[in-house]
Each structure stands twice: as structure tokens, then as C-alpha cells.
């Protein structure tokens, strides 16, 4: 197990805090030396081992207290929120690490906690999102972005979260239509059975998905942006609140929008990227 508070003995050296498990189980010096050594060339720490912890830094805190779990050669590791004490580079640096080290040893099963979406959406084979007492969804990273079973999985995965709006079925078929509270209108490739019109449901659209709507065309939110975060590559425009809204609209566009603030926009979605929930839960099937 790697703890979050990485759990190092501070008057043992590195060196000693990687070989101490198996000195108490009494296992050869050749195979101790020979499992410190292993563990240490791949998480980079041959330069440290005869440091104490009070003279790294705290990624290389991290990478003791795992490669103490990797000398005795688990079938399973349990990570419990390893980045949480670092900053944000070196949270950076360790999941990269982390990555590295998954891919090094393909054989071994890793389970990891975490309340931080990036490091799971980038280090998981398969999530497991607890919400409630219980499980939400079980997948793929990619399938829990594209295909949420809920509302908790839509707006937990991917950041900003999922904007959701209320509105009413108008329209049902292979495609289906919804008139929102706000006064926009929404098509969604969700397909609805006909006794789901007039239902209520919260239309879910993801920020990066939502797009400027010129002219006179169809529009699935209208309003004046609040406030712009500026970051670069993308554009976060966020919304000031309708009292029909749950939340502010926030959209995400690709490249530099300085001249939004203020500015009264519509926005709009390809309907294959609007997510239906009705009762907290997707209607696609």
C-alpha cells in the first residue's frame, strides 16, 4: 500500500525505508540489495538512497514510499490519493511517473484512489466512480466522458463540469427535441419513445462542446457572458445564472475570445454531443 502521507520512517535512510519490510521478513541481503536496486532504477532514486526523507522533496517522497511497495513484489498495489500533499508540478511529475511505472509492470493489478478526475481519466484502465454509498459507473476513461450513466458520472468527469439544462420533450423519434426553461431549443441524437413526450429531463452538454450560434439559426442558451478566463489555447466564457437554471452556462471555444466579456451570445451543440437525463439518469441506450 502507498499512503498519501507517504508513511517513511525519517531516521532511516532511503535506502533502509525500501529494505526494511524485507529485512523483517527475513529475506536473503543479495535478493534485499538486488529488489532495492530494481525498485530504484525505475523511479529514478539511485542518486537519493542514502538520503533521509527530511532531504527530498516531496515527489521524491512519493516515489520511496512506492518503490517501498514495489521491493516486495505485490500482485496488487493499493494507492490511497498518493499526489494529494504535492503541488501542482510535482503532482504533474508523480502521475507521470505513476504512468511510467504501470506500463513497466503490465502483469501487476494497481488500484488507485483518487478525487482528482485527471488522474484517473489519465492513469485508469477501467474507473470504478463511488457516489452515494455505491457504485455509479464502471468503465473505460473514454466511455465514462462520452457515454455517463448519470448525472453525477456527467458532471465528475471533465472539467469545467457538464452544463445541464431543463426543459421539456417537444419532439420524439431516432432524434429528440427539447424546449429549454431558458427559451433556447435542443436536439439530441437520443433516441425517445413516443410516450416521452412532454417529459422533463435535463439536457447535458458538455463545455467543449458548445459553439457560437451566428444569425438567425437555432440556439440552445442566449446570454450575456459574465466573466472570460483567457488561458491560451482555449476560451472559458461563463454565463451569468437565468432563475430557470440550476447553474451559470459555461462554454469552452478553441483559441483567444478577448472581446466577449459583456457581450450577449447564443451558443449551440451538434445534437450528437447533447447528453438526455430524466430522473439523474442518461436516457441512452
Given at each position: 500500500m502507498?499512503f498519501?502521507?507517504?508513511?517513511?520512517?525519517?531516521?532511516?535512510?532511503?535506502?533502509?525505508n525500501?529494505?526494511?519490510?524485507?529485512?523483517?521478513?527475513?529475506?536473503?541481503r543479495?535478493d534485499?540489495?538486488?529488489?532495492?536496486a530494481?525498485?530504484a532504477?525505475?523511479?529514478?532514486?539511485?542518486?537519493?538512497?542514502?538520503?533521509l526523507?527530511?532531504?527530498?522533496s516531496?515527489?521524491q517522497?512519493?516515489?520511496?514510499?512506492?518503490?517501498?511497495?514495489?521491493?516486495r513484489?505485490?500482485?496488487?498495489?493499493?494507492?490511497?490519493?498518493?499526489?494529494?500533499?504535492?503541488?501542482?508540478a510535482?503532482?504533474?511529475?508523480?502521475?507521470?511517473?505513476?504512468?511510467?511505472?504501470?506500463?513497466?509492470?503490465?502483469?501487476?493489478?494497481?488500484?488507485?484512489?483518487?478525487?482528482?478526475?485527471?488522474e484517473a481519466?489519465?492513469l485508469?484502465?477501467?474507473?470504478?466512480?463511488?457516489?452515494?454509498?455505491?457504485?455509479?459507473?464502471?468503465?473505460?476513461?473514454?466511455?465514462?466522458?462520452?457515454r455517463?450513466r448519470?448525472?453525477?458520472?456527467a458532471?465528475?468527469?471533465?472539467?469545467?463540469?457538464?452544463?445541464?439544462?431543463?426543459g421539456?420533450?417537444?419532439?420524439?423519434?431516432?432524434?429528440?427535441?427539447?424546449?429549454?426553461?431558458?427559451?433556447g431549443e435542443?436536439?439530441?441524437?437520443?433516441?425517445?419513445?413516443?410516450d416521452?413526450?412532454?417529459?422533463?429531463v435535463?439536457?447535458?452538454?458538455?463545455?467543449?462542446?458548445?459553439?457560437?450560434?451566428?444569425?438567425?439559426?437555432r440556439?440552445?442558451?442566449?446570454?450575456?457572458?459574465?466573466?472570460?478566463?483567457?488561458?491560451?489555447?482555449?476560451?472559458l466564457?461563463?454565463?451569468?445564472?437565468?432563475?430557470?437554471?440550476?447553474s451559470?452556462?459555461?462554454?469552452?471555444?478553441?483559441?483567444?475570445?478577448?472581446?466577449?466579456?459583456?457581450?450577449?451570445?447564443?451558443?449551440?451543440?451538434?445534437?450528437?454531443?447533447v447528453?438526455?437525463?430524466?430522473d439523474?439518469?442518461?436516457?441512452?441506450?
Amino acid at each position: 500500500m502507498v499512503f498519501q502521507s507517504y508513511a517513511l520512517y525519517p531516521h532511516m535512510t532511503v535506502r533502509k525505508n525500501m529494505s526494511f519490510a524485507l529485512e523483517l521478513a527475513k529475506k536473503p541481503r543479495a535478493d534485499i540489495d538486488a529488489a532495492v536496486a530494481k525498485a530504484a532504477a525505475i523511479l529514478q532514486l539511485d542518486p537519493y538512497l542514502d538520503r533521509l526523507p527530511k532531504a527530498l522533496s516531496g515527489g521524491q517522497r512519493q516515489r520511496v514510499a512506492i518503490g517501498r511497495a514495489i521491493v516486495r513484489d505485490p500482485k496488487v498495489f493499493l494507492f490511497d490519493e498518493p499526489l494529494s500533499n504535492l503541488d501542482a508540478a510535482l503532482r504533474v511529475a508523480t502521475r507521470i511517473e505513476i504512468a511510467r511505472l504501470k506500463e513497466a509492470m503490465p502483469e501487476r493489478t494497481m488500484i488507485y484512489v483518487t478525487h482528482d478526475q485527471v488522474e484517473a481519466m489519465t492513469l485508469a484502465s477501467r474507473i470504478v466512480v463511488l457516489a452515494n454509498r455505491g457504485i455509479a459507473q464502471v468503465g473505460a476513461p473514454l466511455e465514462l466522458y462520452e457515454r455517463p450513466r448519470n448525472e453525477f458520472v456527467a458532471q465528475f468527469i471533465g472539467s469545467p463540469a457538464m452544463n445541464l439544462l431543463p426543459g421539456r420533450i417537444t419532439a420524439t423519434g431516432a432524434s429528440t427535441r427539447i424546449a429549454l426553461d431558458g427559451g433556447g431549443e435542443a436536439e439530441s441524437a437520443v433516441s425517445t419513445p413516443a410516450d416521452a413526450l412532454d417529459r422533463r429531463v435535463n439536457v447535458g452538454v458538455r463545455p467543449e462542446d458548445l459553439r457560437l450560434s451566428e444569425g438567425t439559426a437555432r440556439y440552445l442558451h442566449a446570454g450575456r457572458v459574465d466573466i472570460t478566463e483567457a488561458l491560451g489555447e482555449v476560451t472559458l466564457l461563463y454565463f451569468a445564472a437565468t432563475p430557470e437554471e440550476q447553474s451559470g452556462v459555461v462554454a469552452k471555444l478553441p483559441g483567444i475570445h478577448a472581446d466577449l466579456r459583456n457581450r450577449n451570445c447564443r451558443l449551440t451543440a451538434d445534437p450528437q454531443k447533447v447528453h438526455l437525463f430524466a430522473d439523474g439518469e442518461s436516457l441512452r441506450r
